[in-house]
């Protein structure tokens, strides 16, 4: 099975081979551009979830290049980002950008709108499986189907009207934390 | 009108990119209906609130993932146990001591500790890509030693490459010579790379002044791409 079958299967968890085995070679290369241990660790971090949402997407293929050699690319491009950000670093415009060529296109910060900020703040006070269910669907993007054998529902059917009632209380929870805000 | 479970279904199908030519066209026709523009907007936010919200949890998975897993359960400690734990220890520590201390920061083992291969950045290597069109950076990154030494150094590129093989294969003598002369031109791409290299270099020929003397360098200029590291390895020497 390729890693991104394996990722399909059981989610960010067969990622760990990588990240374990990784990890201290990304941590003191990146020594070049800082010292400062946890921001390599934060670019580290970074670069795991951006190839995870780059296998999630079905854009990897692992006949072109290694895992070793993307997670290298986009964790420095987000080091560099960040160490100009805040004046660390002198570099060229182009370093950092090498992700670029291979068609990859990357999303460190997410900003949420008012009313994101809320969805957000409501899935934080669902169930844990209702949480799990919408994360599987919505960032995971597992199919129905793929849910059902995950989480061991009976059917399909069972998974949809699940989901159908995990979102309701979502918009419930959400209905209450603004009547209680005004 | 509200909308139907049918609608929910096109609804999550655009969201993953997946109507099919038919439901397009449905698609933009239920898009005249308010209801169906205002669930679509929800779920569009609750996507990248989730998405938010899953990152979130991969960060917290990746914290787990670093800290030491913990032990087995734990064993009732008497005190014949506990002597030999402590004898076990002295052993150790006192054989770790011996070892630290004949291991001191030589040059040897700096140079081990802060080594590593130059990345290519410039092309790297693709899968499947013919050995036979390699360039230098490629056949450097393959660790082809031997085809690199065979690439005459015309320009700035291979002469660097030329150098960091010479550095691979022990030629240290040869690799000072190149990394110095590459060092010295600051007009040259690869000269802050060349005099870290050079510094390197220095350790591996078990002479720690010179290298101490370009590492000193280095660092007396702020914005150089290796002053973090020369700084680190300069702490040590």
């Given at each position: 099975m390729n890693l991104v079958e394996q990722i399909k299967k059981i989610g960010p968890d067969a990622l760990k081979p990588i990240y374990l085995g990784y990890k201290p070679t990304f941590i003191k290369s990146m020594l070049r551009y800082t010292k400062d241990l946890d921001l390599r660790i934060d670019a580290f971090h970074e670069a795991m979830v951006s190839f995870y949402e780059y296998c999630l997407d079905g854009k990897y293929d692992e006949n072109k290049s290694s895992p070793k050699t993307l997670i290298y690319l986009m964790g420095r491009a987000?080091?560099?980002?960040?160490?100009?950000?805040?004046?660390?670093?002198?570099?060229?415009?182009?370093d950092g950008l090498e992700y670029l060529q291979k068609g990859i296109n990357l999303h460190f910060d997410i900003t949420l709108d008012s009313y994101e900020v809320q969805i957000h703040q409501a899935l934080q006070n669902l169930g844990e499986k209702c949480r799990e269910l919408i994360h599987l669907f919505y960032y995971h993007n597992y199919s129905i189907d793929a849910i059902m054998h995950r989480l061991n529902y009976k059917n399909e059917n069972v998974v949809s009207s699940h989901k159908a009632r995990c979102i309701s209380q979502l918009k419930q929870i959400m209905q209450s934390n603004k009547n209680a805000s005004n | 009108m509200p909308v139907t479970e049918q609608d929910l279904d096109l609804i999550e199908k655009h969201l993953r990119d997946q109507l099919q030519e038919n439901e397009k066209i449905l698609f933009r026709e239920k898009m005249q209906n308010s209801a169906f523009q205002e669930e679509l907007q929800f779920r569009q936010k609750l996507k990248k609130a989730a998405m938010h919200s899953g990152r979130e949890e991969l960060h917290r998975k990746f914290e787990e993932w670093d800290k030491v897993e913990p032990t087995g359960n734990q064993t009732r400690f008497t005190r014949s146990w506990l002597n030999r734990a402590a004898a076990i220890i002295?052993?150790?520590?006192?054989?770790?001591?011996?070892?630290?201390?004949?291991?001191?920061?030589?040059p040897g083992k700096l140079y081990r500790e802060f080594y590593e291969p130059y990345a290519n950045l410039l092309d790297p290597l693709q899968k499947g890509s013919s050995p036979q069109s390699a360039s230098i950076s490629q056949l450097y990154e393959q660790k082809r030693y031997q085809a690199v030494l065979e690439r005459s150094p015309q320009d700035s590129l291979r002469l660097f490459y030329f150098g960091l093989t010479k550095l691979e294969v022990k030629e240290t003598t040869d690799a000072i010579e190149i990394l110095e002369q590459i060092s010295k031109a600051p007009e040259n791409r690869f000269s802050q790379a060349a005099s870290w290299y050079l510094a390197l270099a220095y350790l591996q020929d078990g002479n720690k002044d010179a290298s101490k003397k370009v590492l000193n360098s280095i660092c007396g200029q702020p914005n150089h791409s290796f002053k973090d590291a020369a700084t680190e390895l300069l702490s040590k020497l």
């Open positions: 987000y080091l560099l980002n960040r160490l100009k950000k805040e004046n660390k670093i002198t570099a060229r415009e182009e | 002295l052993i150790f520590a006192t054989a770790t001591v011996i070892f630290w201390v004949l291991n001191l920061n030589t």
